[in-house]
């Protein structure tokens, strides 16, 4: 028997079962894993989340381009806080050392609720405590990090680095091109 005939014949239905049941297993991954969906991305103990098309294509293919951008979801999403600044300080109590730590400046937000008034759909934020007492909605706190951290968190958050203006002329280095290489200049 001539099997190219064969298979030229049913070629479109192989290809037609083959696609269906790529799809129907995907699909049945796809149910299996959201039965147990996470609170959050990256949660332990849950199902994967599975981006969809949307996620996919609004983000990039990679959900973070570092920890930093999954430090701040989980700040936005599990404290609901907003990063409002970075600082980095010298943290060294001797005068002629330099050890550079950070802080971020993290702000409380309320919980956005959607109502309705005279027919018109609005969301706001109310002063939910989302279960923590005496911290409310507006209340900014001061974290202690390595320096390296709020640099990272500073460039995931998109918002400028402030530095104590003794620091920077301590760190700064202006360098000149000569003769192909950099040299510094002081």
């Given at each position: ?19 269906n049941a790529v799809t129907s ?137 402030s530095v104590e203006r003794k ?20």
């Amino acid at each position: 028997a001539d099997w190219s005939d064969f298979i030229e014949t049913n070629q479109l239905l192989f290809q037609t079962k083959s696609t269906n049941a790529v799809t129907s297993f995907l699909d049945a991954i796809i149910a299996r894993e959201t039965q147990n969906a996470p609170p959050y991305r990256g949660a332990m103990g849950y199902a994967p989340q599975i981006d969809t098309k949307d996620e996919i294509e609004r983000k990039s293919l990679l959900p973070y381009r570092s920890p930093y951008d999954l430090v701040k979801e989980i700040i936005e999403e599990q404290f609901q806080a907003t990063v409002l600044s970075c600082v980095l300080e010298n943290s060294s109590l001797f005068p002629e050392t330099l050890v550079l730590e950070g802080t971020v400046v993290l702000q409380r937000r309320g919980k956005k609720r959607k109502v309705t008034i005279g027919g018109e759909e609005i969301e706001m934020e109310d002063d939910d405590t989302f279960g923590n007492d005496n911290i409310n909605m507006g209340d900014t706190f001061i974290v202690e990090c390595a320096g390296e951290e709020a640099v990272g968190l500073a460039l995931a958050a998109g918002i400028p680095i402030s530095v104590e203006r003794k620091v920077w002329r301590e760190v700064s280095t202006r360098v000149r091109l000569g003769k192909g290489k950099a040299v510094e200049v002081r």
